[in-house]
């Protein structure tokens, strides 16, 4: 990894910010790294991330590139993707980040074969210590290995997202909460949040 970009200080504090290291993280501090590298970090609004999944990686996009969910310049598609798209208002460009679905450097069939005996039978102590081994040693690949065996990146153009809006919040008149005004629903004449609406609408 080149740490003129992201220093072993970043990722320790990375690290810190998420609660623990796992190969997750490690594919987001590299998806980061080519962020940096192209755009540098976002003080501000300057950079929007769009991420196509909701794991362990999104926590270092958010941490290292400076797009994050409050300030509405991390924007989440639920399509459970390695995907990364990011976009620069200053320089109108940017960049979609995939992780390549197969990658030679990580292969592992034991780790695989471990985790899917975790998630089902169960592992015993040294079991438990292996998996632990074989997690670190690909973390270690993926920090190490060069960025064209881990992504496929290519230059991305179109409208960038729009900026943050501060919107009125409504009064949902079922639970008495208020709710931004964009994600209101109404129902018979009332104006309702989303899960009242979703609770009021099965009845019917």
């Known amino acids: 990894m080149n740490e003129q970009y992201i220093t072993r200080e970043m990722v320790r504090q990375t690290v810190e910010f998420h609660g623990h290291s796992c190969p997750g993280l490690a594919f987001g501090i590299r998806v980061a790294e080519q962020v940096v590298r192209r755009f540098g970090t976002s003080d501000d609004e300057e950079l929007v991330a ?5 794991m362990c990686a999104v926590d270092a996009i958010q941490f290292l590139t400076g797009c994050t969910f409050g300030k509405g310049n991390l924007l989440f598609l639920d399509y459970g993707k390695n995907v990364y798209s990011f976009y620069s208002r200053v320089r109108d460009s940017g960049i979609r980040v995939v ?18 005996r975790k998630g089902g039978q169960g592992l ?25 065996e881990l992504f496929l990146i290519r230059d991305i153009s179109g409208p960038v997202p729009r900026r943050a809006r501060v919107m009125e919040s409504l009064v949902c008149a079922s639970c008495g909460e208020a709710v931004m005004e964009s994600r209101t629903r109404r129902f018979f004449g009332r104006t309702l949040c989303i899960p009242c609406f979703d609770k009021e609408e099965q009845r019917i």
């Open 124 to 148: 015993s102590a040294d079991e438990e210590r292996l998996l632990a081994e074989r997690r670190k040693l690909r973390r270690r690949r993926i920090m190490e290995a060069p960025a064209d």
């Open 50 to 54: 769009v991420v196509e999944n909701d």
């Open 99 to 116: 992780v390549r679905p197969e990658i030679g450097c990580l292969r592992d069939e034991q780790l695989q074969d471990l985790v899917r």
